[in-house]
């Protein structure tokens, strides 16, 4: 089963494979591994196996692997008709009935959305590094795209202050 970042643009980004190695080389991958872990040792062996065999491939999509078996991740965006049929399923299934001050800055954002960037890995993935290479490069590109990140289809952020949930549901 999969799961999925997105984000949400403002602005289009285009998704370039040596730009998404920088960001993932120079975030700090420990602290935000920390989370998804133990302890420090198993920290230590999982980004030392990932960075040593990471790859990123990028032709029509951006694809990060990073384990020497199985599937890593696929970056892609959509545009046009394809973003209004995302929004018009986040806004029909999420949204409808949810009030505050969140919700109603998400659909705000929505209905000014481009293009959207959907970052899919498997289940297990979405517990460990995938999460973490996920969240590094959603965030990189909601901040040059004014987007807004919403991981797993659950909680959504502002990359301003990406520490604090805008809204979960």
């Not at 302890?39 to 960075?51: K, Q």
């Not at 008709?81 to 029909?92: I, N, S, T």
């Not at 009935?97 to 293009?115: C, F, K, N, S, Y």
Request: glycine share 8%; net charge negative; aromatic share 8%.
């Amino acid at each position: 089963m999969a799961e999925w970042i997105s984000v949400y643009c403002r602005e289009s980004v285009e998704l370039d494979g040596a730009e998404v190695w920088d960001w993932i080389s120079s975030a700090d991958l420990w602290t935000l591994a920390e989370g998804f872990f133990e302890n420090d040792a198993e920290v230590e062996d999982a980004l030392e196996h990932a960075l040593v065999n990471l790859r990123i491939n990028a032709d029509a999509e951006v694809s990060v692997g990073w384990k020497t078996e199985g599937r890593g991740m696929r970056v892609w965006h959509a545009l046009g008709a394809d973003v209004v049929a995302q929004v018009g399923e986040v806004l029909g299934e999420h949204l409808i009935d949810a009030v505050g001050p969140g919700p109603d800055r998400i659909r705000a954002h929505l209905a000014e959305t481009t293009q959207v960037v959907n970052i899919e890995m498997s289940a297990e993935d979405s517990h460990r590094l995938g999460a973490v290479f996920g969240s590094v490069i959603a965030l990189r590109i909601a901040e040059e795209a004014e987007g807004l990140v919403w991981y797993f289809d659950q909680e959504w952020v502002d990359p301003r202050k990406p520490a604090e949930t805008l809204w979960t549901g």
